[in-house]
């Protein structure tokens, strides 16, 4: 058994490793380093955990058993799951987090005993006021990503479902946890403690039912902030070092990260938290209108005949590629056009991809000079200048309704100003809306020319014709 003194050095030095993997994924470039130091500090803390188990015969045996069922679950969906179903699976993931912090908390409620905690009945405040808000972050994280995920996945309506009083419910349920809460500091009785938990699962779905599509990347954040709470939470209860240093750090940085893309997308971090509170429930009047109008189609050789007499192309990667695992294909268009002069560079949106990140991801994984990608800050004034606009799959972020439709659910979100390019090369499927239900005014602008067809094969018909 590994000594306590030797036990918090090694939870420390896990927790530095942690520190750096986050500084890591916070670049493309050091993405890979970021990722190393992570599964080293999870290594490294999860051995030190087993070595600190007092009972090696059967508390080693289970460890070891439970570690290599989840581990090889875990190893058998990240070979399996596509970069495209990565939101999903986050969310599936963050359930997971905050389920595992409410068995815990159930765990020291009924036994404390077992964790020092004192005795049924007579268990140290501060240890229930810290396994009762573990428990309840964590089940609010539980039933909100499972709602999540089902959203994401298609299982369930995108669209925000709500219902009259639906937020006071909410304010209601609120205050009733930390009535409650309170309530089972002085009485310490079983039926308040599982009434909190029950409470906090329906918080949870009704949190996150009324977030519509357009803002799914800042709930899977926001759930991705309560996960770690949850975990700091049971850390105080526990008095695990480990468990409080990773669960504070992914608590704040998904709490920054969520304050980050609401900027992005011109929310409020309230509403958003606070399951849509003050938001107004707003449906695009513009859609049946746009939906009448007539497009221009286009083929892969006429795309290839603006960009070949080009003198600069933007290229605007969205979901659709990471659907088609188009970014190779892209990578072969773009050598194609550089050998011809053509300026070639990457408009990436902030929560492009449904998670920020994900377009960087993609195009790095084909090789893509970071150079050439460019956030939508540094790059959107280049588009009026730019000769041709060639979006792949991409959206929402190219609707220009969102700085014209003050109706529209994602009016006032910062988008692409592609429709400002001389000419956009838009490849889609069909005229389908976006993941935010409503239709793009840019499908019917007089300079775009629609390419319908599935986004990989649409690249390497142009590659050919270049």
């Known amino acids: ?47 030190v955990t087993i070595m600190s188990v007092g009972n090696f015969s059967y508390g080693f045996l289970y460890l070891i058993i439970f570690l290599s069922i989840g581990g090889s679950i875990g190893a058998f969906i990240a070979f399996k799951i596509p970069m495209t179903a990565m939101p999903e699976l986050v969310a599936g993931f963050h359930s997971l987090v905050g389920l595992a912090a409410v068995f815990v908390a159930i765990s020291a ?7 020092n905690l004192g005795t049924p009945g ?21 039933t909100g990503s499972i709602i999540a995920f089902l959203k994401l996945r298609g ?25 409650l809460i309170s309530y089972l500091c002085i009485t310490q009785m079983n039926s308040l403690f599982w009434t909190i938990i029950v409470i906090s699962l329906l918080v949870g779905v009704l949190l996150i039912i009324p977030i519509g599509g357009a803002d799914m990347p800042v709930v899977i954040s926001m759930l991705n902030s309560y996960s770690g709470w949850a975990a700091a ?51 695009s009047t513009s859609s049946s209108q746009q939906q009448k109008k007539p497009v221009k189609n286009g083929n892969a050789d006429d795309a290839a005949f603006l960009m070949k007499n080009a003198s600069s192309v933007i290229i605007v990667p969205g979901y659709g590629m990471a659907v088609a695992q188009a970014q190779h294909a892209l990578r ?18 902030p929560v492009a991809g449904r998670m920020p990140g994900h377009m960087n991801v993609l195009l790095a994984e084909a090789n893509v000079p970071y150079d050439e990608v460019f956030e939508l800050e540094e790059i959107n004034n280049d588009f009026a200048n730019c000769d041709v606009a060639y979006v792949i799959g991409a959206n929402d972020v190219t ?51 629609m390419l319908f067809a599935d986004a990989k094969k649409m690249t390497e018909e142009i590659v050919k014709s270049l």
């Not at 990722?35 to 999860?46: D, R, S, V």
Request: with cysteine; hydrophobic share 45%; net charge neutral.
């Open 399 to 449: 609707n220009p309704v969102a700085k014209s439709d003050p109706q529209s659910p994602i009016y006032g979100m910062p988008v692409l100003d592609v429709e400002k390019s001389k000419s956009v090369l838009f490849v889609k499927r069909s005229l389908s809306p976006g993941y935010a239900g409503i239709d793009n005014d840019l499908f019917y602008r007089d300079n775009t020319l």
């Open 155 to 179: 299982i369930m309506s995108g669209s925000p479902i709500t219902f009259y009083g639906q937020h006071y419910l909410n304010l209601i349920l609120g205050i009733s946890l930390v009535a």
């Open 1 to 47: 058994m590994i000594s306590v003194n030797l036990l918090a050095i090694f939870y420390l030095i896990s927790g530095v490793l942690f520190i750096l993997a986050l500084r890591g994924l916070s670049s493309p470039e050091t993405s890979r380093k970021g990722n190393l130091y992570g599964i080293i500090g999870m290594a490294l803390a999860i051995g």
């Open 332 to 349: 072969e268009m773009v050598d194609a056009l550089k050998k011809n002069g053509v300026k070639v560079s990457y408009a990436i949106h």
């Open 122 to 142: 007579n268990i140290k405040v501060a240890s229930l006021i810290e396994m009762s808000l573990g428990a309840a972050i964590g089940a609010i994280t539980f």
């Open 233 to 283: 939470g049971i850390g105080f209860t526990l008095e695990n070092t480990a468990l409080i240093i990773t669960g504070a750090l992914v608590g704040s940085s998904g709490a920054i990260l969520s304050y980050i893309m609401c900027k992005g997308m011109n929310r409020s971090f309230f509403n958003v938290i606070l399951g849509g509170w003050g938001a107004n429930d707003q449906t």
């Open 109 to 115: 409620f009924l036994n404390p005993e077992v964790f």
